[in-house]
């Protein structure tokens, strides 16, 4: 691959993205069929808003490559930053077929099928980049090949993957929380708390726990009620947990 690619890749790391997607156009004067060069330039251009350019380049680097799961990938990105889910949804799942591995791809195939509302759909996808979270710990997290990638939708780059993995967390305690599963919506946003307390002071699941158990008539605070990391007593039964929990701060829900 040729030096400007090189520095391609060095401008879209920096989130320099217009002069990424030139120099990648540069590249593709001398090298029209390649499929990364087409994958960085589409995704340089999602992220400036040239919505139908990005989407006609990533899916020419498809069509170089069919099973090129870093353009699906990126395809789904672009898909996403225009708040087209459904079709972000084909895209993630052309993705994690290829790339059954990428935690971050399963990830986002969850936060596109849960804005799609398919609430059970989001929560299996998750899941699932739980169980690849825990498989490959929390170191930072190695970017499959081509090469490394910037997403809009994630942290910027040198977040580590236990906030990761606690936003996770806290979008399966979400669509728990929307099919009704209070319970297990609770120990997953507890799991959340114990990996970023932060993260999940500033996440809606406070809001939306009030919410409902306003909605049905059981209001906060209720007599012998467990307290857990959401500050104010739940009217939901906490499941029990065998081993005592080391104190910490509690977030306030407004």
Partial sequence: MSQRFDIGVHYFLRGEYDRAARAF???????PMSARAWSYRGISLAHLGRGPEAEQALSRAIELGPQNGEAWFHLGVARSLRSE??????AYRHAVA???EDLVAWHR???ALAETGDE????AAFERALVLSRETGTAPLEEPAPGPRVDAHLAEAGEREGGRESQSWID????LLSLGEEEEALAAYDRAFTLDP??????LFGPMLRLLTAAAGKPLGEEGADSGPLGPPSPVRRPTRTEPSEPRDRPEVA
């Avoid at 889910?85 to 084909?90: F, G, K, T, Y």
Wanted: glycine fraction near 6%.
């Fill in 25 to 31: 156009q540069d590249v593709l004067l001398d090298e």
């Fill in 120 to 123: 059970s759909g989001a929560s």
């Fill in 198 to 203: 932060n993260r999940a002071r500033r996440s």
């Fill in 109 to 111: 195939l969850g936060v």
């Fill in 172 to 175: 399966l305690a979400l669509s």
């Fill in 98 to 100: 290829y790339l059954p």
């Fill in 85 to 90: 889910w459904p079709e972000a949804v084909s």
